[in-house]
């Protein structure tokens, strides 16, 4: 199993830094002309698990990216280290 992070995270403020945040953090689609353009965007997670609210699941090897984006928006978080499945 390879090892993942879990991260924890706690955005205050208001909704548009929340968003932009997100938008940074995770990958996400934009569209236009009623879903005739469209882009995804490139975020730090491209593959993650999202169980509740303010808690995200990664890859250990996407750590670097997160922790710079953390460190940039000065997030409230904290990061765990998880060892192994239980069967």
Known sequence: MQ????MIY???????ERISFNRKL??????SHKGKYKTV????????????RSVVIFNK???????KLIDEWKIDSK?????????
């Open 26 to 31: 995770f990958q996400y689609k934009l569209q």
């Open 61 to 67: 090897k996407d750590i670097a990216k997160v922790k």
């Open 10 to 16: 706690n955005l205050k403020g208001n909704d548009s």
């Open 41 to 52: 965007s490139k975020g730090a997670l491209k593959k993650y698990e999202k169980p509740v």
């Open 3 to 6: 090892k993942k992070i879990i």
């Open 79 to 87: 990061l765990y280290e998880i060892y192994k499945e239980i069967k």
